[in-house]
Every structure is written in structure tokens, then in C-alpha cells.
């Protein structure tokens, strides 16, 4: 088995998550942002967006080298785009409807602007679109976390690792399409009133 990356934005469960199918498959899990910061592989804090730059292509190259040395690993993180494609198996996003995940930020006490960012992020798809645009189509799935126990959705993650993968590829959720007219307004007006 190759690297299993999870993705999606904060707020979707992907640490607990690869925590869990650490413990199952025995594989060893890195959370790409605190790598970077605990190797000093960044290039700077950005207090607009309240967030470090990652110095990606030292970062890549520190990944890479770890996984030609470790084997499998469980890559957390919701850029995990700029890691080669030829070391993932399998990268699962993790998808929550925006309204529960608005709720879910806000009660860690985020800055609005920072909730509303990754709530925009999740209606419009972009950790998936950016995986694709990167990666390809063809090694990512996404699983709908919403309303869901995290143990669940670890149970469905073995069970697409150990099945039929190709059942799962190519099913997108899409929000605009999900949500009522009057849930995306309300998602969309909370964005543009807190996105400065």
C-alpha cells in the first residue's frame, strides 16, 4: 500500500479520522502543517490569514524522502496537492455541509473572517478541485461526514480500501445542488458579510 492522504477543510474530521486508520492499519500519520512547522519548513506567518506558508517544495522533497524510508503513511492535511502523485493509493476529502460546519468553527472561537473562508471553501468544493487539478481524478474519493459519527466514517474508509474502490470514484457532492435556495443565502451572505 501506498501513502492514504485525507483532506477536506478544518472542521471535517480528517485528524481524528487518520488517527483511527493509524491505529487499524498500523501505519504512521503525519499532519503535513505541524511537519512543516516542527521541521521548520515554512517560510513565514501570515496574521492576515492567520496561517504559516509552507515552504512547499522543501516540504515535498522532506515527504517523499520520509515515505521512500517509512513506507505507508497517512497524510493529513488539506493541501496535500503538493505532494507527488505517485505516493498516494487513495486520497479520501471529507466533505460537511456548510451550515454544520459553520457552527462547528465558530464554537473554536474563530475569527469570522477565518470561519467564513473555509466555509466558502467547502460550498465550493476547492479542496477536491484543487486535488484533481493537481493529481488527477482518479485517486480521490469524497465521503460525506456530515450528521456522522467519525468511527463511521473510519469504518467506510477500510471498507473503500479493501473493496470496490472503483464503485466510489467519481461521485461529487456539490452543495450548490444539495443545499435550499434559502440555506445558501444565509451561508453566502455570513461570507460576504465577514470576508474582509
Known amino acids: 500500500m501506498k501513502a492514504i492522504g485525507i483532506s477536506g477543510v478544518p472542521g471535517t474530521g480528517k485528524t481524528t479520522l487518520a488517527k483511527m486508520l493509524s491505529e487499524y492499519l498500523k501505519i504512521p500519520t503525519i499532519d503535513l502543517s505541524e511537519y512543516a512547522i516542527r521541521n521548520m519548513l515554512i517560510i513565514a506567518y501570515d496574521s492576515s490569514i492567520q496561517s504559516y506558508i509552507v515552504d512547499e517544495e522543501r516540504l515535498q522533497q522532506s515527504i517523499v524522502m520520509l515515505y521512500q524510508n517509512e513506507g ?17 493509493e487513495i486520497i479520501f476529502v471529507l466533505r460537511r455541509n456548510p451550515d454544520e460546519l459553520l457552527s462547528i468553527l465558530l464554537s473554536r ?38 450528521n456522522r459519527d467519525i ?24 452543495w450548490l445542488s444539495i443545499l435550499s435556495s434559502d440555506r445558501i443565502d444565509r451561508i453566502l451572505e455570513f461570507i460576504e458579510k465577514n470576508r474582509i
Do not use: M, Q
Request: net charge negative.
Open 109 to 146: 472561537g474563530w475569527s469570522n473572517r477565518k470561519v467564513a473562508e473555509n466555509v466558502e471553501a467547502e460550498l465550493l468544493s476547492i479542496c477536491t478541485i484543487n486535488i484533481i487539478e493537481e493529481l488527477g481524478e482518479d485517486i480521490v474519493i469524497e465521503i460525506d461526514v456530515s
Open 151 to 174: 468511527s463511521d466514517v473510519a469504518r467506510e474508509t477500510i471498507d473503500i480500501l479493501f473493496g470496490d474502490k472503483p464503485a466510489y470514484y467519481g461521485h461529487r457532492i456539490d
Open 72 to 88: 505507508p503513511l497517512i497524510i493529513d492535511s488539506h493541501y496535500v496537492e503538493i505532494l507527488p502523485r505517485e505516493i498516494f
